[in-house]
């Protein structure tokens, strides 16, 4: 299915060359793209729906819990745990910006996107995708500050210094986002507007292009460094050095005990990080398109359902504050039975 918009008509009376003229006619501007998602049985559809579909409501329903519990619990008043519900809110961005979509995708066997709504699509999910990044950097950190230096970690970790450092995700994660919009708006894409994905992703987008593509590569690689390659780093030099003191520690229960306060984190860093440089780093010769799709679902779609069930089970003062809520609930309405 192509839907394009033919330009640069010569005008009446106009004398070009043969090649020229051919050119010009074959050229097309496309204004909407067609995404084909999965090609498959309708069954398989319509369970793929259904699954997505129960995921989406539980990563909704999990990361707004999150979020009410440490805004309403004074226990959970914490550095830390302000910025797992930071981590929250950028999930619900991330799989909001793709499911709904997905699912429609999902029940038409493919759908079209308008360009514009394509190129919106792309902005969230890269500024989702860096202000995870640098989420998880600073919450690296944090858990760094905490366990290396324990006795110096409330002058350090100051509200103050939360909010700053929370403020330097959100800003650069969706600056950085607009050079990518801007670029990639000004490309021009002919002949073929088909994208074989579950989503408007920067890589599809590149392969359809008809003009040069040599910036939106280089902007790709200049953001990779700030963004990708230095928080990576800083994150490993954090959980080293956390290694590092907790092997200091004379016994195993109190090693087990240190360690359980940043195990979360490094499951969920694994899990974001492991996905994503199998996505773009590793050669695409070597994963077929249906593997490509799998791997992107992990980490826009799972990975986000994923976060707060790891954070809820592995954590006593998450499951604390969801205990002292529901009672809080029962007394409640137990007054309100009582007048």
């Not at 650069?172 to 990518?180: A, C, D, E, K």
């Not at 670029?183 to 073929?192: H, I, P, R, V, Y």
């Not at 069930?309 to 039975?337: E, F, P, V």
Request: hydrophobic share 45%; glycine share 4%; proline share 4%.
């Amino acid at each position: 299915m192509s839907v394009t918009r033919s330009y640069g008509e010569s005008p009446p009376g106009s004398v070009h060359c043969d090649d020229t003229e051919t050119q010009e006619k074959n050229l097309t501007e496309v204004t909407e793209f067609f995404l084909l998602g999965f090609q498959s049985s309708q069954d398989l559809r319509i369970f793929l729906f259904r699954l997505l579909l129960v995921v989406y409501c539980g990563t909704i329903c999990g990361n707004l819990l999150i979020i009410t519990l440490v805004s309403t619990s004074k226990i959970l008043h914490t550095p830390m745990y302000f910025f797992i519900s930071q981590l929250s809110i950028t999930d619900i961005l991330l799989t909001t910006d793709i499911v709904p979509n997905l699912l429609h995708i999902l029940l038409n066997n493919g759908a079209t996107i308008t360009f514009m709504g394509c190129i919106d699509q792309l902005y969230f999910f890269c500024a989702a995708e860096t202000l995870e990044c640098l989420l998880l950097t600073v919450m690296s950190y944090d858990r760094y500050v905490a366990i290396c230096n324990p006795l110096r970690y409330s002058t350090i970790m100051t509200s103050t210094l939360c909010v700053i450092l929370t403020i330097m995700c959100w800003l650069p994660g969706f600056s950085v986002s607009l050079i990518h919009l801007i670029t990639t708006s000004q490309l021009d894409f002919c002949a073929s507007n088909i994208i074989d994905h579950l989503f408007c992703d920067v890589v599809p987008l590149l392969e359809l292009a008809c003009s040069d593509t040599f910036i939106i590569h280089l902007v790709i690689y200049v953001v990779l460094f700030p963004f990708v390659i230095i928080p990576s780093t800083i994150i490993v030099a954090s959980y080293t050095s956390i290694v590092r003191a907790v092997l200091r520690i004379p016994s195993s229960t109190g090693r087990q005990k240190v360690f359980s306060t940043c195990s979360s984190h490094l499951i969920v860093v694994s899990i974001f990080y492991g996905s994503i440089f199998t996505v773009y780093v590793v050669p695409t010769k070597r994963k077929t398109l249906t593997m490509s799709k799998i791997l992107s679902l992990l980490y826009t779609v799972f990975t986000p359902l994923v976060n707060p069930i790891i954070y809820t089970l592995r954590n006593k003062d998450i499951r604390k504050a969801i205990h002292g809520t529901l009672h809080k609930c029962r007394i409640q309405k137990i007054i309100k039975t009582i007048n």
